[in-house]
């Protein structure tokens, strides 16, 4: 089992940037797929960013070009990066593995076991 911890969110202008981090504990982090979720009021659960245990990566398109997801296995942590963030950016950002090579859908919650408490982003125009 891995546990999920996230920081970096804050409040920011439009254009500006933020790098979000996930600190996991437990055993083999290595080998989990993990993925970026966010969460705005009155809207569902959406998939931003994922990266496999080969570390392939996928983006939703909204944030393609724009946000960039690594993945430290030394450090046990999982970093966004977001860069010309827009107000339309705004949400609870939730960090999320599975202990998988892969997944068939990597943008979709129901991929993912484990879920962080999540971290806020506002970006303000």
């Known amino acids: 089992q891995v546990q999920l911890v996230e920081s970096g969110g804050g409040s920011v202008q439009a254009g500006g940037s933020l790098r979000l981090s996930c600190a996991a504990s437990?055993?083999?982090?290595?080998?989990?797929?993990m993925a970026w979720f966010r969460q705005a009021p009155g809207k569902e659960r959406e998939g931003v960013a994922s990266?496999?245990?080969?570390?392939?990566?996928a983006y939703a398109g909204s944030v393609k070009g724009r946000f960039t997801i690594s993945k430290d296995n030394a450090k046990n942590t999982l970093h966004l990066q977001m860069n010309s963030l827009k107000p339309e950016d705004t949400a609870m950002y939730y960090c999320?593995?599975?202990?998988?090579?892969?997944?068939?859908?990597?943008?979709?919650?129901?991929?993912?076991?484990?879920w962080g408490r999540g971290t806020q982003v506002t970006v303000s125009s």
């Open positions: 999320a593995a599975v202990y998988a090579v892969n997944t068939a859908t990597p943008l979709m919650r129901n991929e993912y076991k484990y």
């Open positions: 990266i496999d245990r080969t570390g392939s990566t």
């Open positions: 437990g055993y083999f982090y290595s080998r989990y797929s």
